[in-house]
């Protein structure tokens, strides 16, 4: 079908996808004239509105709305897929040609809820509906390796997310790393460079604090070249982190304030903001500025708890206790000291349930995604679809999720370890 355009030129109007036929009322305009000619079918519009309130509402905090999004455009896009002819067992070898473009606009967006549901269920620490909702992404990704060839990378970071989650510090390095090498993006290269790093940390030794500091050398050093400011708040994080490992403690304290200002002030991702707050009141706290430490680590408390954050609760939790011990509060300390014993037996118990499923060594093992490309199928990289020219974007709310002070990740905390070599940066 052929239509005229503000100019008076005519234009190929696409008329028919996967053979749904769409009239004109099922099709919302992206612009007005001189760029008419461009949409999308109304439910993929709906869909995206979705995702736009959980891209929004999910660093704030807002699980509960983000999860009725999430089911809603997941449900809608399902509808759609099926009308596609994309069913259970369907794969892009038996796609018909005119379905390819559509098929890629859908599962795009199916992908983009899947990585928000991850991330929100990874924040609220629970960690087998975000293996699920993972392991769905990956199966997709298998099924249609071409059209979703731009997801590779992000779920590959999403591993390593999952990873780092559950205490799998080097499996999670590992992950990051791949997911470096699967994206030409800069950001999100930078991005997955930091969170390795952070697992690098987070592993305590010397070797490890060594590789951290590798990756976020050249982060910091071009960290005011990107657009935003998430890389910028991500590195600095980071850095003060390693800073404190080195005993770097007044150093450490001022590359946090500045990252904590910046998130505060123009990204508003509590979960972050309550991590920087709890490294500051450990600060504070090590060098002896009670009356701020107490003041700093309830305020971060309080975030941990809106999010149910529970690995950030008990950190938060661990430091109160130090800080109530040094002021010879006893009271507190105990009252402290037994809540902080009820949320790490809750999170054991999650991390038990999580290492017990079927799915967790194939999330975390060492091996990249294995993925036969098919051959007969005649899609060119170039026209696939929408999905070959976006990297999805990177969940930003538990992206520096820090481990809670349990046996195995104490060191992070640990304010008194032994120096290490102080190189800086």
């Known amino acids: 079908m052929t239509r005229l355009s503000s100019s008076g030129k005519g234009y190929l109007e696409p008329a028919y996808f996967g053979n749904v036929r769409r009239t004109w009322e099922d099709r919302l305009e992206l612009a007005p004239p001189p760029i008419d000619g461009e949409w999308l079918p109304k439910s993929a519009v709906y869909a ?123 499996e999670a390095a590992f992950h990051f790393i791949e997911a470096v090498k699967l994206t030409e993006s800069k950001s999100m290269q930078a991005m997955c460079q930091v969170y390795a790093a952070v697992s690098y940390i987070c592993i305590g030794d010397a070797e490890s604090s060594s590789q951290a500091l590798d990756l976020i050398g050249p982060v910091y050093r071009i960290m005011d070249s990107f657009v935003g400011v998430r890389e910028k708040t991500s590195v ?130 060492k091996v990249k995604l294995e993925v036969q490309q098919p051959h007969e199928l005649d899609i060119k990289r170039s026209n696939a679809g929408p999905s070959m020219r976006v990297n999805l974007d990177i969940p930003e709310s538990i992206g520096l999720s820090t481990p809670s002070p349990a046996p195995s990740s104490s060191r992070l905390v640990d304010l008194d370890t032994g120096r290490r070599g102080k190189r800086k940066i």
């Open 48 to 170: 995206l509105v979705d995702l736009m309130v959980v891209v929004v509402g999910r660093p704030k905090g807002l699980f509960k709305e983000c999860g009725k999004r999430i089911q809603s455009g997941l449900q809608a896009i399902q509808v759609e897929l099926v009308k596609l002819g994309i069913t259970d067992g369907v794969r892009e070898v038996d796609l018909q040609h005119s379905a390819i473009w559509m098929a890629g606009v859908y599962l795009t967006l199916l992908m983009q809820f899947l990585e928000n549901k991850v991330a929100v269920e990874l924040t609220r620490s629970e960690f087998v509906e975000a293996q699920e909702a993972l392991v769905q992404m990956i199966n997709w990704f298998i099924r249609f390796p071409t059209i979703l060839q731009a997801c590779e990378g992000v779920i590959e970071m999403l591993r390593g997310q999952y990873a780092h989650s559950v205490g799998c510090f080097r």
């Open 236 to 365: 600095l994080f980071a850095n003060g982190l390693l800073l404190m490992k080195q005993q770097n403690l007044q150093e450490a304290r001022i590359r946090l304030a500045t990252g904590l200002q910046i998130t505060h002030n123009h990204l508003g991702n509590l979960q972050l903001v309550s991590q920087y707050l709890t490294i500051l009141g450990s600060l504070a706290l090590a060098l002896h500025d009670t009356v701020q430490a107490r003041e700093i680590l309830r305020s971060s408390l309080t975030l941990a708890k809106k999010l149910y954050d529970i690995p950030t609760q008990i950190w938060v939790l661990s430091v109160l206790t130090a800080l109530y011990q040094e002021l010879g509060e006893r009271g507190n300390e105990m009252e402290n000291s037994e809540y902080q014993r009820k949320k790490a037996d809750d999170l054991q118990k999650r991390l038990a349930d999580a290492h017990s499923s079927i799915h967790h060594i194939e999330l975390v093992d």
